[in-house]
């Protein structure tokens, strides 16, 4: 994992939060830090965790041993921007030790965790969500991120026992890659798009440049969940994201002219979100997906996000097999660490401020 991401992140980060962490296991009330019901901007995308959505409606789940996956795969990237994978090729043990690994993290003392804290101009580390200078109040949510090693902060948090947590973080990371490599081939596959059209892909087309982070996510419950919010609305700011969630319901995608839908956890699959990057990348045709995260009453969630993204010096830009004098270049050229200073200073603005003006007609 190259150095320079965590550089770029923490270059361009947005402005944090500077306020006391909350102890979710001791607060029996919901504070008014963390009251979102009264806030005026939520009726651009529904706040209701409750979601009146045709049972039959849900987001497609895809084999990838299917004959038909790439095709199943693109059309998934068009229409919805996210889809669940199974047969994937991650093994269950190894999602039950990477959950396991998280709950790790968020079951420690509040004072253990905030040995290993997110310093203000760090990137790595626990802390709340990275988006929450963007809204007035708190997400009912803790985080831990890891970008390359994650030695030195597992050391702060079990000073005699880390090892067992740095060899599954390291697995993990290292089957991850090679998902999301396949992926990214299913992606542009679809597209018509082969190796030698993706420069950065390398020789032998296996994206060995590419970065990532790893983001736990801690969900716990809550005492009035209809008046809180996981985690706001936002895209990612990745070529591909690919989630693992534990057996509580909480995250959402927005479909337009439907709403929010839930992503409910199915044994054995992987949630995919089609990332910023790869919305720019296929010059518009694939959605890069508005995603939230409500909570729940009685049930303590955790999900664990693999951010895939290309070396973050290579500039991402449409690919040049799907510009034509019909179909013009939808957006400029603009590389991963870029584009993270564009989304900290214009959050879900940041795609419509890389967009080139093209005239219609």
């Not at 993290?105 to 290993?116: G, N, T, V, Y």
């Not at 991120?145 to 994650?150: E, K, M, R």
């Not at 390398?202 to 996981?230: H, I």
């Amino acid at each position: 994992m190259p150095s320079r991401l965590s550089d770029a992140i923490k270059a361009h980060d947005a402005i944090h939060l500077h306020h006391k962490h909350l102890d979710f296991n001791s607060v029996k009330e919901l504070p008014d830090s963390h009251d979102w019901i009264s806030l005026d901007h939520h009726d651009q995308y529904p706040f209701s965790n409750s979601c009146s959505i045709e049972s039959s409606l849900s987001v497609p789940v895809i084999d990838l041993k299917d004959p038909n996956a790439v095709k199943l795969v693109g059309h998934a990237c068009r229409t919805w921007g996210v889809f669940q994978v199974k047969n994937h090729g991650i093994r269950t043990s190894l999602l039950d030790d990477i959950e396991s690994a998280g709950r790790s993290i968020f079951s420690l003392p509040i004072q253990q965790k905030l040995k290993a804290a997110r310093p203000p101009d760090g990137v790595s580390g626990y802390g709340m969500a990275r988006i929450s200078s963007f809204f007035p109040k708190h997400m009912w949510s803790e985080g831990f991120t890891i970008i390359g090693s994650p030695l030195d902060h597992a050391r702060q948090l079990w000073p005699h026992d880390y090892n067992k947590f740095c060899n599954v973080i390291e697995e993990y990371e290292k089957e991850m890659k090679q998902l999301a490599g396949k992926l990214m081939w299913l992606m542009l596959g679809s597209l018509g798009i082969t190796k030698e059209d993706v420069m950065w892909a390398g020789p032998n087309g296996d994206f060995k440049g590419a970065s990532a982070a790893l983001q736990f996510n801690s969900y716990p419950a809550c005492p009035d969940p209809d008046r809180a919010m996981g985690l706001a609305a936002h895209t990612d700011s990745t070529l591909l994201t690919i989630l693992h969630q534990n057996n509580t319901s909480g995250l959402q995608v927005l479909r337009e002219r439907t709403g929010w839908v839930t992503v409910p956890p199915l044994p054995g699959t992987l949630v995919v979100n089609v990332g910023d990057l790869l919305h720019i990348l296929s010059n518009g045709l694939y959605t890069s997906v508005l995603h939230r995260a409500v909570v729940n009453r009685t049930c303590h969630r955790l999900s664990i996000a693999y951010l895939y993204g290309p070396p973050p010096n290579v500039q991402i830009s449409p690919l040049s097999k799907l510009v034509d004098p019909s179909h013009p270049p939808l957006y400029r050229p603009i590389t991963w660490s870029e584009y993270l200073g564009t989304k900290a200073k214009h959050f879900n603005k940041a795609l419509s401020s890389v967009r080139l003006c093209v005239e219609v007609g």
